[in-house]
């Protein structure tokens, strides 16, 4: 228990520090930890949570959660507004009928315009909502096959290292703050996550 | 031309007005008129006067003295011509006017040509009905002679010119030689209204067939041989000047053509309007600020407020208001705020223009033709003759294109080109470069009796007096009569009532008429306060109207029926209320009554709009519930979330995303009754925006409990508690 | 050199590749009826069809665009949902300023297209995206039921 609080007070400047910078400056990327930085967390599970807890960062950041809405409209921007105009997820996440995603998103970010894109642009099912939940219960969900569209782990690793769209959240175009580190450095947490037992945090 | 007063509302038409304005018509009959033995173009044989042309075929070209802005005069006045003249509408077509305040001037604007302050009918009723009946009777002169019986023997059906008992009818277009080598009578009879065939009807517009085809033609449209397109930056701060310009970068972007420096401005001239977009980004135009670079929205405002403690120009004094407040039982103050508005056309600012050897060409849409062709004149040396403007269908108006800025503009770019230049403004230019609805800072003082009735009123109001800009003559003795317009003439009797101006300009911000002009502010304060009034002597917000307009039969008719058709009174359930608001704007009447939701964190839904009207003589009754149903959603979209501010001199609002605009799935239900009515037509493109506010805002404290005195609203003032 | 399919016919342009293609149809091919509101898609005026389907042209790269068939206002009347629409605005007197219709329309023909009976709901979140200043959404309403019932009765 020691060991762990002393690792939670060790990240919790940088986490503050990493949120104050993504709260403040439009453009300026956080730091992420790097994976081998949890080498110094000796017991397993706790070094677990504690990875799990840095890419955290990520996950909980607007650049994901946005798509991640507990209901039925995206978020928009840092400050996670309802998505202006009027958008919601449609029969199959991709809109309603006249409002698709790809009504007004392309398959790049169109910097003019401040509109992101990517190929893939949709809302993430319900079931994989994350707003509203603790880190923990994102956790729970992401690691449960019928709540995470049958992934294993390793498929789960390979969605967060490889996935396009979610690279998108580090390079989203001016106006939105990119999520913190990069998509190689929250790829090698989730790896690592995944390696010491994929443990979730209680909370 | 006749100097009318100028901006008056409900101006009636007495019959000495009509004869003025007649006389100015017959002075536009005889130049109009095309002389005997003159060739006429093509099929256009028959033009009696500026408004009405007439060729072989039938076909009624009317051309009209007001712009089309979506409010609907490019059909209301072809009615009231086709009316008299006896033609179907499916035989008349429209024209823009071209710039002549001889032939168009608006008699209620002082004979300029111009398009606002919801005057169209007002200013046309008689005239175009006029026009049509002398067209009428040169044709039935046309024909007597044809026939060789007297004109009295000679009755029209729509399109014919008929004699009943010698079994025959000449159709117009066969007439339209003769009619127009006829003498023009200097007076003809109007139709009495009992008859009319159109005026009154829902009769289909004539501007919309290519505006659901994309064939329709904004000045934005423009196509020219030629012609380049240029897009441009003016200093962020009002008043700034231009710094420093990258021109070799902006030139290096392909299908840029030329840089173009203004004082406070830059343009890039490009094949089209991306090229010229990117030719901007790459000059990196910077701007020293100049004086007003540190303004912020709080100092304007402190300024309003400081100026509002001191008595300003007296408006109107009636009774001794100072005495009976000092005797009231009960003393109610208040403030009230409005803040600065932009207009946001949902076409932006753009304007083309030709300079050339012997004069200039402007491609515009415009509110003001000759204004802003004497504008361009004297901007770039030139006679007014040698400016040719075309006007255009307006992606909208609202004020906005009552204003020159951006043509002047465009006419000093071009000048420095020798191509045609259309000059288009990005969506963020046409909010930071706007001409703003001015802030307004109203302080009220009002006594009541132990029953509560209102015996002393005072209303003091502080802001830019955009009068003393827009037409200086009209502001008098520091009176702007648009500022008080709505206030000086509120309908409710009030024994002693005083109203002031105060004129304060605001650093730098230039400041524009916004639809509804004096009455969108005027009729927002006074019909929230006395809605407060009401709640303090604790009676009914219509009753206490009600009592107050016991003199104003037509204001209480729309009251009452408004009320009746809402439904006032029957429960709305937690967090709903219905707030009620009455006017008397433009010569017309109305009440709204709306219908809102409070939800818990304090957003509010408007669900319903109610709202009678009583404009007088109703020209297209169609025309006018779309102009409410207009008016209401303009007015939706102001209440809740219109503000305009300041922070480093700038406007920080700049597209849709952060100044935002009421959409579909926010409209709310509503209900329009346009009264039946003969008295002299009023007003109708303003008033529906004008009434909205001050009704969703005492909905909101029915529902609430919370008064609001200052827009947009919080919704964090109305959280639940 | 991009290759376009622009109401049934190839053109071909020289432009940048992430030109908003707006501008290609406004300036270099002159057809002015897709209208310029805002830049930054929140406005929907220049709503054209991609293969069918709704696009803000002024934030689609014309790139994007090549060899995909590009339907605009002029040529929407010749699809039943297009004509049905035109003609049901007519009849109920949708258009005031007219600014926003060529969006409008475009928008309401792919619903309508899609969804023969639609709903308030439908219409609330197909059309969110297109913004009227003159406020003509009460009878934009009634007109995409009215075009729907007029394509479903033929």
Known sequence: MTMLRSVLLSILPALAAGLFLTAGQATETAQLKAAKDFSSVSDERARSVAVFEEAGKVIQHPRCVNCHPAGNRPLQNDDGHPHLPLVVRGEDGLGAIGMRCTTCHGATNFEAGHVPGNPKWHLAPIEMAWVGKSLGAICEQIKDPKRNGGKTLAQIVDHMVNDDLVGWGWNPGPGRTPAPGTQKEFGELIKLWVETGAHCPTT | ?721 | MIDLNVNGKKVSVSVADDMPVLWVIRDVLGMTGTKFGCGIGQCGACTIHVDGEPRRSCITKTSELADREITTIEAIGDTPSGKAVQDAWLRLEVVQCGYCQSGQIMTAAAIIDAIPEPTDVDIDQGMSGNICRCGTYVRIREAIKEAAKAVAAK
């Open chain 2, 1 to 721: 031309m006749p100097q009318d007063s100028g901006f008056s509302s409900g101006t009636s038409l007495s019959r000495r007005h009509f004869l003025q304005v007649g006389a100015a018509i017959g002075g536009g009959l005889m130049l109009g008129w095309v002389p005997e033995g003159q060739a006429a173009s093509g099929s256009e044989l028959f033009a009696p006067n500026a408004f009405i042309r007439l060729d072989r075929q039938g076909k009624v070209t009317v051309v009209s003295p007001m712009i089309e802005m979506g409010q609907g005069t490019y059909t209301s006045l072809p009615m009231l011509v086709a009316e008299e003249l006896d033609v179907d509408m499916s035989n008349v077509g429209v024209e823009h006017s071209p710039p002549n305040d001889k032939l168009y001037g608006n008699a209620i604007l002082g004979g300029s040509q111009t398009t606002g302050n919801s005057s169209s009918i007002r200013a046309f009723y008689l005239p175009m009905r006029q026009a049509g009946a002398t067209a009428r009777a040169m044709l039935i002169a046309a024909a007597a002679e044809k026939l060789n019986v007297d004109a009295e023997a000679l009755t029209t059906e729509p399109g014919y010119v008929v004699h009943a008992a010698g079994k025959q009818r000449l159709a117009y277009g066969e007439l339209a030689d003769a009619a127009a080598k006829q003498q023009v009578p200097t007076k003809v009879n109007l139709k009495d209204p009992s008859t009319f065939r159109i005026i009154g009807t829902a009769a289909k517009r004539l501007d919309v067939a290519g505006k659901v085809n994309g064939t329709a033609t904004y000045s934005i449209d423009v196509k020219l041989p030629g012609m380049k397109v240029a897009t441009v930056a003016a200093s962020p701060v009002f008043g700034g000047t231009v710094a420093s310009i990258d021109e070799a970068a902006a030139l290096k972007v392909p299908g840029v053509h030329q840089v173009v420096k203004l004082d406070n401005a830059v343009a890039v001239i490009a094949d089209h309007y991306w090229a010229a977009k990117m030719g901007l980004k790459a000059a990196a135009v910077t701007f020293d600020d100049g004086p007003n670079a540190t303004l912020t929205t709080a100092d304007v405002v402190s300024a309003l407020a400081k100026a509002a403690e001191n008595p300003g120009a007296v408006a109107k004094n009636e009774g001794d208001v100072d005495a009976a407040f000092a005797g009231a039982a009960t003393k109610v103050e208040a403030i009230y705020e409005a803040p600065f508005l932009a207009h946001a056309t949902m076409e932006p600012m753009n304007c083309t223009v030709h300079v050339t050897p012997d004069g200039c060409d402007v491609w515009v849409g415009t509110q003001i033709p000759t204004v802003a062709q004497q504008a361009v004149a004297k901007t770039l040396g030139l006679k007014v003759e040698q400016v040719r403007l075309h006007n255009h269908l307006l992606g909208g108006g609202f004020g906005r294109r009552l204003e020159f800025d951006f043509i002047v503009q465009a006419a000093l770019i071009a000048k420095q080109a020798k191509d045609p230049i259309k000059v288009v403004w990005s969506r963020e230019e046409d909010i930071q470069h706007d001409m703003y609805r001015p802030y307004y800072y109203d302080r009220f003082a009002a006594g009541l009796d132990e029953q509560g009735t209102l015996k002393s009123w005072s209303h003091r109001i502080a802001g830019s007096a955009i009068m003393a800009r827009f037409f200086p003559p009209l502001f008098k003795d520091g009176i702007d009569p648009d500022g008080v317009d709505g206030a000086v003439d509120m309908p409710y009797a009030v024994p002693n009532k005083r109203v002031e101006f105060i004129r304060e300009e605001p650093p730098g911000i230039p400041t524009a008429f916004w639809r509804g002009v004096g009455p969108t502010h005027n009729v927002y304060v006074i019909e929230s306060f006395i809605d407060e009034l009401a709640a303090i002597a604790k009676k009914d917000p219509v009753d206490y109207r009600r009592a107050m307009l016991a003199d104003n039969p037509r204001a209480l008719h729309v009251l009452n029926r408004a009320a009746d058709m809402a439904g006032w009174g029957k429960p709305l359930g937690d967090r709903r209320g219905r707030g009620v608001s009455v006017q008397n704007t433009f010569g017309s009447y109305m009440c709204q009554i709306a219908e809102v939701t409070v939800s818990e964190s304090g957003e509010v839904h408007v669900d319903r709009v109610v709202c009678a009207v009583d404009t007088g003589v109703a020209i297209n009754p169609d025309t006018i519930i779309a102009q409410m149903e207009s008016g209401i959603i303009f007015g939706i979209t102001a209440v809740l979330w219109g503000v305009i501010t300041l922070k480093n001199g700038r406007v920080e609002q700049s597209n849709f995303d952060d100044y935002r605009m009421l959409r579909i799935e926010e409209a709310p239900v509503i209900e329009v009754e346009v009264v039946k009515s003969s008295a002299d037509p009023g007003g109708i493109g303003e008033p529906g925006t004008s009434a909205l506010a001050p009704a969703v805002l005492n909905a909101v404290y029915a529902a609430t409990g919370v008064r609001l005195r200052k827009l947009p609203i919080q919704p964090a003032l109305l959280k639940t508690q």
